[in-house]
């Protein structure tokens, strides 16, 4: 029904950036919201950022100013824009996708696979 494939992830320094990148692929009627999770060692997963077709986004706090989340509707394209990176953002990242199947369908939640982010000092 659905598939999803990030990229983009790797070291970088702190107070750098990197772009994220999630591919959807399948069939499906329409997109609920994708979003990006992570989860650093020793923690729970937890919602990073996430949107919705009609553009409404919503952040985890300790992200907000610094990372963006975008979709390409066209493209079936997620983005998350991580600018002034920090060691604690140093995680694995995962795309998330509730997508409803059919007009009457139930909704689905997908994932990627996960891309490693990590940031020194």
């Known amino acids: 029904q659905g598939q999803l494939a990030e990229s983009g992830g790797g070291l970088v320094q702190a107070g750098g950036s990197l772009r994220l990148s999630c591919a959807l692929s399948?069939?499906?009627?329409?997109?609920?919201?994708m979003g990006w999770y992570r989860q650093a060692p020793g923690k729970q997963r937890e919602l990073v950022a996430r949107?919705?077709?009609?553009?409404?986004?919503n952040y985890e706090d300790s992200v907000k100013g610094r990372f963006t989340i975008s979709m390409d509707n066209a493209k079936n394209m997620l983005y998350l824009q991580m600018n002034s990176l920090k060691s604690e953002d140093t995680a694995v990242y995962y795309c998330?996708?509730?997508?409803?199947?059919?007009?009457?369908?139930?909704?689905?939640?997908?994932w990627g696979q996960g891309t490693q982010v990590t940031v020194s000092s």
């Open positions: 399948g069939s499906f009627f329409s997109i609920i919201y």
């Open positions: 998330n996708a509730v997508l409803k199947r059919t007009a009457i369908g139930a909704l689905s939640t997908y």
């Open positions: 949107v919705t077709t009609a553009g409404n986004t």
